[in-house]
């Protein structure tokens, strides 16, 4: 076989190398046809250097072994393995038809919010199989992305891509590859798991964001050390309108301290699907691939979506009246000069109490309330509570089974400066079972401690909208205190806090 233009050499009589179409450090990448299946498959095909070493060429064989036997939608398939009579080691892999991840980046800059969530919830995915079965990427990255003709990512490489391994970035004769997603362990030369593959994600995602990966440097040990030293540039700062939640998905998955990342892809896939539904519900559309992964949400991130976007052309009367509801709200609040500020009106179907008026509660007046822990519970989200918009949320952390109970609860409260004679407290929450109590505080500092607040009404089992009686007494602050949380639910979200009180 001739190094120097493989194109036409037919290997292990079986498989015509067609065209190159991709290369690499350690290997190229040819279109060829399997002329006894009569298909079009991808071949990669070692260089000769790295045939030359039996201990990489001992490993590809056996990591070749391994992918095959994944079986996932968003894997590209390992169809055969083997050796060329002139001593090239190949792997056969399924062919797609599209462009990668990075292309596509490059072709469009920052890509769609949504569309960005849905292609990082189908890589997770992808790892998160990969995973299971021991295997550690090692170099995820949107060039080993594929994206194919129907939109859909397929990730490709996997446990093949030879290019850090354990022994960091300074080992003798190693081709480096990019350094851009590099994990900081893994530039390090410290041991690599799954979990170095979800920091790569992370910053795949931010990429996905802003159009550009978070850090540069003259050659690449430069921008891997930026990865080891530096946090990640504030991907709101570079893009404001991704929101607090999904950025702090993207901080999380790119934390440097292990203990702080997420530990496994189901985790970061739940948070991921979470936010895509609401980055959904919030702008009432879905295109690209966002839709086809909506259908795929498990239901507590799918009941989030209204049915008009996950199955268009289907309104029924039960939907159709959902986008009533929707349509009377935004009339009701069409008149407010600024979202989160002004007299709240009744909600559509909610009758006010005779003589009562909506009480004005602007965003910078709500707080988190978390005394019994660390004195902060997802302060960034907590102006969602106040924005009138049902479909965002305040959420408390993730509590492990019993532990919000034992801790003694959490809680979120509202400022109705200078007071308000409440007759009534409206909550509403996406996630209904959970109990608590409703708090309320005179003028002056709010309290800062639990027990100098004065209830007001219990909690007995929350549901999605929740109208609790007050009696009228005047309270500058309102505290929703959460004691335990649902059944199967680890943690729970406040959408809307409203108040009404006495016309005066």
Same mark, same amino acid.
């Given at each position: 076989?001739?190094?120097?233009? %493989? ?10 190398? @067609? ?23 991808? =071949? ?11 201990? !990489? ?54 890509? %769609? ?7 990082? =919830?189908? =890589? ?15 170099? /995820?990255?949107?060039?080993? /992305? ?89 991907? !709101? ?27 496994? @892809? ?8 979470? /936010? ?35 199955? %268009? ?73 106040? @924005? ?29 400066? %200078? ?86």
């Amino acid at each position: 076989m001739s190094v120097s233009s %493989p194109v036409g050499t037919l290997l292990s009589g079986r498989y015509r190398l @067609d065209a190159q179409i991709g290369t690499g450090g350690m290997s190229m990448v040819f279109r060829a046809f399997d002329t006894v299946l009569e298909r079009q498959v991808a =071949i990669k095909l070692m260089h000769h250097a790295t045939d030359a070493d039996a201990d !990489q060429l001992e490993r590809f064989r056996r990591e070749a072994r391994a992918v095959a036997q994944l079986n996932h939608p968003h894997v590209v398939g390992v169809i055969d393995a083997g050796e060329d009579g002139q001593g090239g080691a190949f792997i056969v892999l399924e062919y797609i038809e599209g462009e990668t991840l990075k292309d596509r980046i490059r072709r469009h800059g920052r890509l %769609p919010v949504p569309e960005a969530i849905a292609y990082a =919830i189908e =890589i997770a995915r992808a790892l998160g199989a990969a995973h299971d079965q021991g295997i550690v990427h090692r170099d /995820v990255k949107p060039q080993n /992305v594929l994206i194919n003709e129907e939109g859909s990512a397929k990730v490709t490489d996997f446990g093949i891509a030879l290019t850090l391994d354990q022994e960091g970035l300074t080992a003798d004769g190693r081709v480096l590859g990019t350094t851009d997603y590099v994990s900081p362990e893994q530039a390090l030369g410290h041991p690599v798991t799954g979990q170095s593959d979800l920091y790569s994600l992370g910053v795949v995602l931010y990429e996905m964001l802003t159009g550009e990966v978070p850090f540069g440097g003259e050659n690449q040990v430069a921008v891997a050390m930026k990865h080891v030293r530096e946090a990640l540039p504030d991907v !709101q700062v570079r893009r404001p309108e991704v929101s607090s939640r999904l950025a702090a998905i993207v901080d999380r998955a790119t934390a440097k301290d292990l203990e702080v990342r997420y530990a496994d @892809d189901a985790e970061l896939c739940a948070d991921l699907e979470e /936010v895509l539904a609401i980055e959904v519900a919030r702008s009432g559309q879905a295109t690209g691939e966002a839709t086809a992964v909506l259908r795929t949400l498990p239901p507590r991130a799918r009941r989030r979506v209204p049915q008009r976007i996950l199955h %268009p052309g289907r309104l029924g009367l039960g939907a159709l009246g959902f986008v009533v509801v929707i349509v009377g709200l935004a009339v009701a609040l069409g008149g407010q000069a600024e979202r989160g500020t002004g007299t709240p009106k009744p909600r559509p179907g909610v009758a006010a109490p005779t003589g009562s008026e909506g009480v004005s509660l602007k965003q910078s007046g709500a707080r988190d309330f978390d005394p019994l822990g660390d004195d902060e519970e997802h302060r960034e989200e907590v102006k969602l509570v106040v @924005d009138r918009d049902p479909n965002t949320a305040w959420s408390t952390e993730t509590y492990d089974a019993g532990a919000l109970e034992q801790k003694g609860g959490v809680g979120v409260f509202v400022d109705a400066v %200078p007071a308000a004679a409440a007759v009534r407290i409206d909550i509403l929450t996406p996630t209904p079972g959970w109990r608590g109590q409703v708090y309320g505080a005179k003028p002056g500092a709010p309290p800062e401690k639990l027990e100098d607040w004065v209830p007001l009404t219990d909690i007995g089992e929350a549901r999605g909208t929740n109208e609790l009686e007050l009696d009228g007494t005047r309270y500058r602050y309102f505290l929703v205190w959460i004691e335990q949380l649902p059944p199967d639910e680890r943690s729970v979200e406040i959408s809307e806090i409203s108040l009404l009180q006495r016309r005066s």
